[in-house]
Nanobody, 124 residues
Framework: VQLQASGGGLVQAGGSLRLSCAASGHAFSTTYMAWFRQALGKERDFVASIRWNGGHTYYADSVKDRFTISRNSAKDTLYLQMNSLKPADTAVYYC??????????????????WGQGTLVTVSS
């Protein structure tokens, strides 16, 4: 599965952005798709994931009630709607695809395919 992320940019605190991740090549074999983020000098952290079939969603506590992950199965596209953005949300955001089991789907090592990353900068 090849992934292409887009939609990052510069936004003021309190603003919104929507990230997209287009998947191609055997996307039907994916169990979960997810968004991770990596701030400068920090580890890559889980943001949200969605079960491709069924649509069950999971969120990091830091983004719950502000971010929404969704997918369009017909277009093989993953989205991340980010509202009420904070400067702490500044990071490179990566989309990922794979077949992790439920207990490991928050871990980056559980995903086999990654997009190139898109930078989100939130100014105060």
């Amino acid at each position: 599965v090849q992934l292409q992320a887009s939609g990052g940019g510069l936004v003021q605190a309190g603003g919104s952005l929507r990230l997209s991740c287009a998947a191609s090549g055997h996307a039907f074999s994916t169990t979960y798709m997810a968004w991770f983020r990596q701030a400068l000098g920090k580890e890559r952290d889980f943001v949200a994931s969605i079960r491709w079939n069924g649509g069950h969603t999971y969120y990091a506590d830091s983004v719950k009630d502000r971010f929404t992950i969704s997918r369009n199965s017909a277009k093989d596209t993953l989205y991340l709607q980010m509202n009420s953005l904070k400067p702490a949300d500044t990071a490179v955001y990566y989309c990922a695809a794979g077949r992790p089991i439920l207990s490991s789907m928050r871990y980056a090592d559980s995903y086999t395919n990654w997009g190139q990353g898109t930078l989100v900068t939130v100014s105060s």
